[in-house]
């Protein structure tokens, strides 16, 4: 478990509550949180988290690639026949964006629900190009 709060009393008062119900061992500060390694500079008063296999590069003439997918069910409720529709657009191999919904109106066939699936993340779409 981790105990985290801005004052050390409050940690040790939460500790000696905790002990007294249950049996518990101090294992000291935190070295790794979520994989990320704390580093701790007493003389500067600053704690640092780093990873070794994760980061953020800048360049000025990388471009900036957004990929987005759509799809929708024909007629997938089945109490009121309205297809179920949904995107997500991915930048850098990250999900930025993704909604799933149903259509306002019943579509008469596959081709009119992709369409109107289409025209709907479209929109999405290019809002998140700016």
Do not use: H
Not at 29 to 47: P, Q, S, T, V, W
Not at 55 to 62: A, E, N, R, S, V
Not at 102 to 123: G, H
């Amino acid at each position: 478990m981790l105990i985290a709060a801005k004052k050390k009393y409050d940690i040790q008062k939460l500790k000696g509550l905790l002990s007294a119900e249950f049996e518990m061992k101090d294992l000291g500060a935190a070295r790794k949180i979520l994989g990320m390694e704390i580093i701790r500079d007493r003389e500067r008063r600053k704690l640092f988290l780093g990873t070794s296999d994760v980061g953020l590069i800048y360049g000025g003439d990388t471009q900036c690639l957004v990929t987005g997918y759509s799809d929708s069910d024909y007629a997938g409720d089945v109490d009121t026949r309205r297809s179920m529709t949904g995107y997500v657009f991915n930048l850098g191999g990250s999900i930025i964006s993704w909604k799933t919904t149903l259509q306002p109106t019943v579509t008469l066939s596959t081709t009119e629900a992709e369409y109107m699936a289409l025209t709907k993340d479209a929109k999405e779409g290019i809002w998140l190009k700016g």
